[in-house]
């Protein structure tokens, strides 16, 4: 099983600031990495795909880079909306693995 | 628009059953694989399955692997999950996910959860 890690488990951020959140991975998943954003007693909603892809509707302030174990996601300039958890997950082989969060938090 | 709508939530004793069903519109839900997550209260995500399109193909989380059974009847537009063995660990609320293609394993739509609480 791939274990994905994530890094800080909490990131306190000013509104308008850069938020830096990373992922790694035990064994390389190539580009099969997503993100997905859950606010507080919301449901998921994905972000990212491919790594690097912005799903359907996302702003352009969220990205994703990385490849092989180490991922980023990238939030240029932090909204009040933005502040939620984020999950990574692989989708590189079974069992799909969800990295264990980053919650984002108003500085 | 799509939604998913999950059904069959509920309170269930150690060692019992408990059957979650998902229904599905707005999509033509026999063209996409669809996903169950879930996520103990106060927890991350955590997959559960995963199941094709026409159902011939399953996969599950070592967690629930013996214990749990995905299926789908896509002429109901209806995904499922048959959970037996249960214990407290499997206390979560279970999300339904679409496939964001046919079988890409990444998901774009999620249903708004079912309680299963595991509990004597």
């Known amino acids: 099983e791939i274990v994905m890690t994530q890094s800080p488990a909490t990131l306190s951020v000013s509104p308008g600031e850069r938020a830096t959140l990373s992922c790694r991975a035990s064994q390389t998943v190539n580009s099969n990495l997503a993100w997905y954003q859950q606010k507080p007693d919301q449901i998921p909603r994905l972000l990212i795909y491919?790594?690097?892809t912005r799903a359907t509707g996302i702003p352009a302030r969220f990205s994703g880079s990385g490849s092989g174990t180490e991922f980023t996601l990238t939030i240029s300039s932090l909204q009040s909306e933005d502040f939620a958890f984020y999950y990574c997950q692989q989708y590189n082989q079974w069992p799909l693995t969800f990295g264990g969060g980053t919650k984002v938090e108003i500085k | 628009e799509v939604q998913l709508l999950e059904s069959g939530g509920g309170l269930v004793q150690p060692g019992g059953s408990l059957r979650v069903s998902c229904t599905a519109s707005g999509f033509t839900f026999s063209n996409y694989a669809m996903t169950w997550v879930r996520q103990a209260p106060g927890k991350g995500l955590e997959w559960v399955s995963f199941?094709?399109?026409?159902?011939?193909?399953?996969y599950y989380a070592d967690s629930v692997k013996g214990r749990f059974t995905i299926s789908r009847d896509n002429s109901k537009n209806t995904l499922y999950l048959q959970m037996d063995s249960l214990s407290a660990e499997d206390t979560a609320v279970y999300y339904c996910?679409?496939?964001?293609?046919?079988?890409?394993?990444?998901?774009?739509?999620w249903g708004q959860g079912a309680l299963v609480t595991v509990s004597s």
């Open positions: 996910a679409k496939d964001a293609g046919s079988s890409w394993c990444f998901f774009d739509y």
């Open positions: 199941i094709s399109t026409t159902g011939d193909g399953t």
């Open positions: 491919g790594a690097s």
